[in-house]
């Protein structure tokens, strides 16, 4: 069974561009999260979504994070505009309901 | 404002050596994960604990949970080189399914 991915591995724009960053679910999963690293410091997280609903959203930083998951399938976070404290490791990870969460391998993601 | 915080931060030690990291959390949360990261992979999780006083091995990994103290440990028996990764603990945010993590553990071990 394939897990979670995510593309692209690796992202460097410059500040003021827009990046996005997608993440397919295991297969059969509704619960999407995203989260992320920044410098080191811990994982945070972003928000949620069940199927292709939000349900939590209360970790996204500002306006400038626009996530989304049309058909509750695949899901994109789209940054714009980038700026250099974006930069960090962006989590997604997948879970059937309320059960243990899988993450994919990250997109590291520098703002320069 | 919910907190997980992990110590140490770092870590280094010899091969055949035994060690614990420790998490403490400010929820009252019924759920404590332990994760492992490599470098430039996912987060494996490693133990989901449920209860007071659970207790999960895996090889020369020990996790135990003590929910009144809001702690939880990770014991190495015997390292060995391949134990080498980043080890996170993360709980449940508040009836909610957000995990909040700890800052992780840079485990390095050395021959």
Redesign the interface.
Known sequence: EA??TQFP?HSVIEKGQTVTLRCDPISGHD?L?W?RRVMG?????LL?FVKESK??E??MPNNRFLAERTGGTYSTLKVQPAELEDSGVY?C?S?QV?A???????TRLTVT | ELKVEQNPLFLSMQEGKNYTIYCNYSTTSDRLYWYRQDPGKSLESLFVLLSNGAVKQEGRLMASLDTKARLSTLHITAAVHDLSATYFCAVDGDNTDKLIFGTGTRLQVFP
Do not use: M, T
Request: proline letters at 4%.
């Open positions: 897990g979670v591995s619960n999260y989260y410091k811990e994982i945070k997280f949620h349900q939590d209360s970790g989590f990870a879970s309320r243990r969460q899988y993450f994919g391998p990250g």
